[in-house]
C-alpha cells in the first residue's frame, strides 16, 4: 500500500512536471508573447539590489557610487554584470557551503544569472509596478540614537598616500550609571574607514578625578602603551591600568553589530568612562582630510548575561604552531587549538590575519568525535574581516576543542603583498603588530556561558 501522503506529493509532481513542460513547449513553438513575459525586468532585479548592494551604495555609505534607482543601475549595468560574475559584490568572504550567518549577503546562482539577462537585454525597466528602495536612517543602520558621543578634536589625517592607524579616546560623563544596549561607529570619512575597534573603560568610583584631560588622540607611530596611556590620562588616578571591556565598538562598511533581546548583551557605563578607540585603521588616501567620527549610543534594560569575548593564536589564549614566521617566497599553514571546559554557546566568530592572509579554517571537535562547523574562508580578503554572527548560537561542551588553520600566502603571486621582493614577516611586537605589514593569525569569538534553549537564541 502507498501511504496517503505520498500519494499527494506524487499527484503534485505529475501536475508540477506537466505544467513545467507545456508552458515549455508552448514556449518553444515560437510563441514570441508568452517568451518576452518571462524575461526580467527592472521589478524584479530592484529586489535583489536592494538587498544585497543598497546597504553600501547609497548617499552617506562606503559604495563608490549609488544604487537606489533605475537610473543609477541602468548607469552601472556593465560593471554590476561584472561584479556579481566574478562575485566580487556583495563582499561575502565566509563560504556558505560551510556555514550560515545572520545578514549573509550571497547572490544565488540564479540570481546571478537574472542580472547576465537583464544585462544582455538592454536592461529594460519593463511596465511592473517596481518597489520602492528600501528606508535607511541617515547615519545609522538602527534609527535615532539616544545619544551621540562625538571626538572632542577632529583628527587630521595627510593625503600621503599611506595606510594610518591610531588611536582616540572619548570621555563619557554621565550623571548616574547607564546601561547601554549597543554603540555604533559612525565614520565621517566613509570611503576611508577600513576599520574601527574600540574598548569600554569603566572606572571605578573615585579612582579618576578628571577624566577630560590629557590627550584625545595619537597618530600611527605610538610605541610605548604605558608611556601613551599616561599621556593620554588613560590609566587610573593611582598608575594602574583600568579593566577594559574589548570591542564594544566595532565598525567594518556594512556591518551592524548584532542585537539580542531580553536582556542578554549590553553594557553598564559608570558615571566615569571613556571609549578607546584603539584600532582605527584608514586607507591611503592623496588628499589631506579630517576625521570627526561620532558614536550612536542606544540605551538599554541592564544587561541579565553579559556577551564574553575571547581569542585563540595572536595576544590569544593558545600558541600558534609553528611560531608565525612567514618565509619569503613561501606558502604556508599555521594552527592553533584550545579546549574549552565550560558549556558556551558561540555567538559570532571574526578570523582575522592581515595581507598575507590566504585562507582559513576554525571547526570544533567535541569529545566524542563530532566535527562542529565554525567558519570556512577560501580566499582571504583583508578588506572585508567582518563579526560573523550565526543565526543560532553554536554550542559547545565541555572539553570540546577549537581547531583553527590559517594559511599565508608570502610569494610575489599575492597581489596584496606589500613586500617586492617577498620579505620575512613576523607578528611584530605590541602596536606595531596592528601594522598592516605584519603579521596576526587571531580567532577571535564572542559567546555566553550555556543556558538550556540558548539553541533557539536568534538576534533581533
Ligand atoms: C558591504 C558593503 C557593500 C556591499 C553589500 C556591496 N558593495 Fe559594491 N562596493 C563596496 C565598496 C566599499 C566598494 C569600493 C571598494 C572596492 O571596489 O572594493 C564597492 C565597489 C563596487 C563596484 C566598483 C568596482 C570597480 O572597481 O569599479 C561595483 C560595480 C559594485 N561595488 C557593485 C555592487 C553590487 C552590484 C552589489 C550587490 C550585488 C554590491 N556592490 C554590494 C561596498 C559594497
Redesign the pocket.
Known sequence: MIPLRLLFEKFFLYVFVYAFTTSFFSNCAGDEMQLKKTEPTFAEIALI?YK??T???RNGE???FE?MTYEDVKK?IN??KF??QTRY???WPADPNYTHFTDE?I?ANEEIELIKRWAENGAPKGNAFVPSPPLFHKGSFFGKPDTVIKFKQAVPIKGNGTDHFYIVKLPIQLKKDTFVRYFEFVPSQRQLAHHVNGHLINYLKDNKKDIEKGLTFALDDFKDYKELYRQMNILNDDGTFPVLTPNTVYYL??YAPPVYSNGIGGYQISKNAAILLKNIHYGPSNQDVVDSSYINVFYGPKPKRPIFETQLGTFGISKIEPNLVLLPNKIQTFHTKATINQDISILSVNPHMHLLGKSFWAFALSPNGDTIPLIKIKKWDF?WQYYYTYKQPVIIKGGTTIHVYGTFDNTNKNPFNPNHPPKMVTEGEGVRSMQTTEEMFQFIFSYLPYQPGDEFLKPD
Open positions: 539590489i544585497n548592494c546597504p553600501c551604495h562606503s559604495g563608490p544604487l552601472n560593471k554590476i561584479v556579481t559584490m556583495p563582499p549577503r547572490l562598511p556594512g578588506r
